[in-house]
């Protein structure tokens, strides 16, 4: 009896995706349950299973095509059993991992990146050089867990800024467009002391490409103004460096700015809801929310992801940093589900552990904010005595959507944000 | 000069002015603290004023001297060449030392930091009392780094005075000894002996272990030692010394060796039994700072003692008492308090070297270390015999080893003995901290004729594919 097999409904109100691979062929027999295909699916990619159990005998499309839901995908011919098993458990969640993605259309050169090439020699060490070092020690990694790339298993520079995006959840919108299994990050082209492979002619997009272009497409038609601004933020480095070794002794969790500014953040979305809105242009409404969930955007081989925080308001510093690196964590494993990056109403992004100084972060989604998070840098300030003194200046980039919020708004909830961060005594009376 | 009562507020003191002090308070000053030295003698420390300078000084002339009157096999005949001592110390004093520390002294004006003479005191862990002829001056500080050093221990039933010296005494005696008695054939005792063995003195060392150099195995010692012997240089191991008596002219040694008490006369006796932190005196019972059984200050990897803003560096903290590591050390207490990137020690080798007749030079793993620790690896060594340049100097003595690790090929450790081995330990040890594998090295052109070839020969050895051997 030949059955065909549509394209299921794969959840979240997905209409379409994209099947990145074929997981059986022409001939296979297969039973109800194996998973048949690999779906993407807003930057998730997941397995959809057979209802079906039999033998293949037609698929209706191409790896790479997009279809919608209710296409035809596979023609069987069996007994039909399973089929009241269509439902949402056939399909399964899968890592976003590289080698989903190499299926594809990864060259073998490129094939490394999640796998730790670090070599420890004899005595425990790592070759990497002091420079390397430092940089890790400096950025809270253990050079031991950082994916090598250098000649003989050296950790290079590049390994270890690249490994800290992934691990501090930090991002940046500019890395989006450089970083993906097949174009290394900016950082690697410039440290790598190896020559870039360069690479003339046509890529395909990954599935994460396209679906990070197609979400940027959507955002070029929104006015936007993004305000600069720059805050001394010396008390909270000190606070920070008095918690961050209770945070980890105690909490075995890594405090880092941005917990900080999510916080911060969230109380600024709560003191000036215009900044935690959406715009509903046919309806002529702005749609404030209540609750305030701070999407983060996270890097990974794989491209941008944003997983939201849900009501950061309400959480502590120590909550939200565990989140952060929770959720970064699932981002790098590919556990992240569609669930964990929906509902967000405010976006941070971080470019500060890029060592990045300002930049134009777009706005996220329907949201009507985004904070950019630069470096702290030590630059000359003049302080309350009048005197030239060293500061630790956090860069800022605020950018919002100009349809809903005028430049004095924008700049008067970037004042309050400085103001938070510039003490965290301060941020603790009103948050 | 009574300042009074009132504490002058500084940022950062730094306690002592030797290389570790000196550095560090340049360091922290460059990274926008206002710092003040604190240093009751001279300017340098130990290594600058009675150390590793003016004993490298001396080795120097007694190198130049033993090449002047001894026969060289390539014919060069200096006849009556004679030392005029008095010149030497002259030289030794005023060209070297003071050279050195008055230009240190510069250097830390030029980075603004003030020097303030006396000797320091905690009062408690935010004050110090800087103690002067004529007064005192207190100093409330923010941040402190003591750097206070080591001085010569004392055998109590040898004390130092007239004929009994230490390694102070050592370099400055007025005389060139005829005999000279040293107890401790440690680095510091055997440098000067074999210094003044050069010389033309009949040096006797008598040491407690049943070796002398420790530190360094056998195989590399014994070209210094086989030389030592060869110009009357004797040595006595596993004896301890008992008590000493002196008169005007010369100094009795009675000592235990072989289950039997001996005894021994020389012109001079050195001391050089090891050094001691100077920690006591420094009101450290005043503070809350943590010594150990030792005497050593307890501190974390940013150097940071058990008082969070206070920091020790250098011989008084635990590890080698090596000038160069008190440095080391120096920079990461500055970095720490400027809240610095580099604020940790992260090292992975620590070089070590003994000026001797030929040099002995150490990096990382040793053949004993690999031993010990089970570790995988692999030794490979280059003799000097086979590097030309050490030929065409005549001083074909001594070799190259390389420790790698088996798997991966990183060097992890490395020895050299022989001509300039205090410099081509450099070269090794930065490849260790670097990571790079013999293949590394064996791919660097090594110039030639150099010293430095034999390292790259040892390194193709290690790689299965020498050219030279
Ligand atoms: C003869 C000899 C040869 C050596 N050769 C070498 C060598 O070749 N290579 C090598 O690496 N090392 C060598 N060393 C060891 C080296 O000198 C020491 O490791 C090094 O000097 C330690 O530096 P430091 O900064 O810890 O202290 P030091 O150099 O000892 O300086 C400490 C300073 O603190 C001052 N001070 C102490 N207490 C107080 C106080 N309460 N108030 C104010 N000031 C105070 C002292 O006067 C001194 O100037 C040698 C040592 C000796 C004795």
Redesign the interface.
């Known amino acids: 009896m030949t059955e065909i097999f549509k394209m299921p409904d794969i959840g979240e109100g997905m209409a379409e995706g994209d099947i990145t691979s074929w997981l059986v062929k022409v001939g296979d027999t297969i039973t109800a349950d194996d998973p048949v295909a690999e779906v993407q699916n807003d930057k998730l990619i997941q397995e959809i299973l057979s209802p079906y159990t039999g033998q293949v005998t037609k698929l209706f499309v191409d790896a790479g095509t997009t279809v919608e839901v209710g296409d035809p995908l596979i023609e069987f011919d069996g007994d039909s059993s399973g089929e009241n098993n269509l439902d949402n458990s056939q399909v399964s969640q899968s890592s976003i991992s590289s080698n989903v993605v190499e299926t594809e259309n990864s060259t073998p050169q490129n094939t490394i990146i999640n796998e730790n090439n670090a070599?420890q020699?004899?005595?425990g060490?790592?070759?990497?050089?002091?420079s390397v070092?430092?940089?890790a020690?400096?950025k809270n990694i253990d050079l031991t867990k950082v994916p090598a790339t250098g000649r003989?298993?050296?950790v290079t520079l590049a390994d270890v800024e690249n490994f800290q995006e992934l691990d501090s959840s930090a991002s940046t919108q500019p890395k989006m467009s450089t970083t993906s299994q097949h174009e290394p990050s900016v950082a690697a082209y410039e440290k790598n002391e190896s020559a870039p492979v360069l690479r003339e002619g046509r890529q395909p997009m990954t599935p994460v490409r396209k679906a990070i272009a197609k979400a940027m497409d959507t955002q070029v038609a929104i006015p936007t103004v993004t305000n600069f601004d720059s805050v001394d933020v010396r008390k909270l480095?000190d606070h920070r460096?008095a918690f961050k070794e209770i945070a980890r002794d105690d909490k075995g969790l890594r405090l880092t700015y941005l917990a900080y500014a999510v916080k911060a953040l969230a109380a600024v979305a709560k003191k000036f809801p215009e900044l935690n809105a959406s715009v509903d242009m046919k309806a002529q409404e702005i749609v404030y929310h209540d609750d305030v969930n701070m999407g983060i955007a996270v890097d990974s081989p794989a491209g941008l992801f944003v997983p939201v925080i849900k009501n950061a308001d309400r959480k502590s510093i120590f909550t939200i940093a565990q989140e952060i690196t929770d959720l970064a964590e699932s981002v790098r494993d590919g556990s992240i589900t569609s669930n964990q990056m929906q509902g967000g109403t405010i976006t941070i992004s971080n470019l500060g552990s890029a060592r990045g100084t300002w930049f134009t972060p777009i706005i996220n989604g329907k949201e009507v904010a985004i904070l950019g998070l630069g470096s702290i840098l030590k630059e000359p300030i003049v302080n309350d005595d009048g005197e030239l003194a060293?500061g630790r200046n956090m860069k800022l980039s605020l950018t919002y959507d100009h349809r809903l919020i005028d430049g004095m708004l924008g700049q008067s909830a970037l004042n309050y944000l400085k103001q938070l961060l510039s003490d965290p005594a301060y941020m603790l009376m009103e948050v | 000069m009574v300042v009074g009562a009132q504490a002058r507020e500084i940022d950062t003191v730094v306690i002592g002015s030797g290389p570790g002090g000196y550095v560090a308070a340049i360091r922290a000053a460059d990274l926008?603290k206002k710092v003040v030295i604190i240093e009751r003698d001279n300017i340098g420390g130990v290594c600058l004023n009675i150390g590793c300078i003016p004993l490298k000084a001396l080795i120097n002339v007694g190198h130049r001297y033993r090449e002047a009157t001894e026969e060289t096999p390539f014919g060069l005949i200096t006849s009556g060449a004679t030392l005029d001592w008095q010149q030497t110390q002259n030289w030794k004093q005023n060209k070297v030392v003071h050279t050195l520390t008055s230009g240190v002294e510069m250097l830390l004006k030029k980075h603004h930091v003030e020097i303030v003479k006396g000797e320091a005191v905690f009062n408690d862990n935010e004050t110090v009392n800087v103690l002067q002829e004529d007064g005192h001056e207190l100093l409330q500080f923010n941040n402190a780094i003591i750097a206070t050093g080591s001085r010569p221990i004392e055998i109590p039933t040898i004390p130092f005075g007239g004929r009994i010296v230490d390694s102070t005494g050592a370099l400055a005696f007025t005389e060139i000894p005829k005999k000279l008695i040293i107890i401790g054939g440690g680095v510091i005792g055997s440098e000067i002996g074999g210094a003044y063995a050069n010389l033309g003195a009949q040096v006797t060392i008598i040491e407690g272990l049943d070796h002398t150099l420790n530190g360094f195995d056998s195989e590399m010692t014994k070209p210094v030692l086989d030389d030592f012997k060869a110009h009357g240089g004797v040595i006595v191991t596993s004896a301890i010394a008992k008590k000493a008596t002196q008169t005007d002219t010369e100094v009795t040694l009675v000592y235990e060796a072989d289950g039997k008490e001996q005894s021994i006369t020389g012109d001079y006796l050195l001391v050089a039994v090891g050094r001691r932190a100077n920690t006591d005196g420094l009101g450290l019972n005043n503070t809350d700072i943590k010594v150990d059984s030792k005497g050593l200050i307890i501190k974390d990897d940013t150097m940071r003692t058990s008082v969070p803003h206070i920091y020790a560096i250098g011989d008084i903290v635990a590890g080698p008492q090596l000038a160069h590591k008190a440095s080391f050390e120096g920079k990461i207490a500055a970095a720490a308090i400027a809240?610095d990137?580099?604020a940790?020690d992260?090292?992975?080798s620590l070089p070590s070297v003994a000026y001797t007749q030929y040099e002995l030079a150490t990096t990382g793993?040793t053949p004993d270390s690999v031993k010990v620790?089970h570790?995988?690896?692999k030794i490979s060594k280059f003799p000097f015999v086979g590097n030309g340049r050490a030929i065409s100097m005549d001083q074909a003595v001594g070799f190259v080893r390389l420790i790698s690790?088996?798997?991966?090929?990183?060097l992890?450790g490395a020895q050299v003995v022989g001509p300039a081995a205090s410099d081509l330990i450099s070269e090794l040890s930065l490849a260790i901290?670097?990571?790079l594998?013999t293949?590394?090295i064996s791919l660097t052109i090594h110039p030639h004729p150099t010293l430095g070839e034999a390292i790259m020969d040892a390194a193709e050895l290690a790689d299965g594919l020498p050219i030279h051997i």
């Not at chain 2, 690790?405 to 990183?410: E, Q």
């Open positions: 070599v020699v004899a005595n060490r790592v070759l990497a050089m002091p070092r430092h940089l020690y400096e003989h298993g050296h480095v460096n060293v | 926008g809240e990137a580099q940790r992260l090292h992975y793993e620790n570790l995988d690896a690790d088996k798997s991966s090929n990183a992890i901290e670097n990571g594998t293949k590394d």
